[in-house]
């Protein structure tokens, strides 16, 4: 059983940096693409960046590319998400997910199996 668990979230001031953690549990992370996606409120649930499986290629929503570094540590099992010079807009419930198909590596929400249950970031200005 997969089980996928987020740490990291909290309250923080435009401009400051944060990093976000995902441990995996019942499933070896570099076997699969695994990525970041984030629910603000009264708003769907958007990509935020994702790495492939195997060879570590990375991907970035336009919003927060050059703010935000998607990292994989095969040893510990995790996937982090490390953000800086945070802005109000990046407010969400940011959640980690896997898809679980394997040598395809997609940023939609729809091509996600499995999701943590979210960890929020407020960011206020």
């Known amino acids: 059983q997969v089980q996928l668990v987020e740490s990291g979230g909290g309250l923080v001031q435009a401009g400051d940096s944060l990093r976000l953690s995902c441990a995996a549990s019942g499933i070896t992370l570099w076997r699969y693409a695994m990525g970041w996606f984030r629910q603000a409120p009264g708003k769907e649930r958007e990509f935020v960046a994702a790495?492939?499986?195997?060879?570590?290629?990375?991907r970035y929503a336009d919003s927060v590319k050059g703010r935000a570094t998607i990292s994989r540590d095969n040893a510990k099992n995790t996937v982090d998400l490390q953000l800086k010079s945070l802005k109000p807009e990046d407010t969400a419930v940011y959640y980690c997910?896997?898809?679980?198909?394997?040598?395809?590596?997609?940023?939609?929400?729809?091509?996600?199996?499995?999701w943590g249950q979210g960890t929020q970031v407020t960011v206020s200005s």
């Open positions: 997910a896997v898809d679980l198909q394997t040598n395809r590596f997609v940023v939609q929400t729809a091509g996600y199996d499995d």
């Open positions: 790495i492939s499986w195997s060879t570590g290629v990375t």
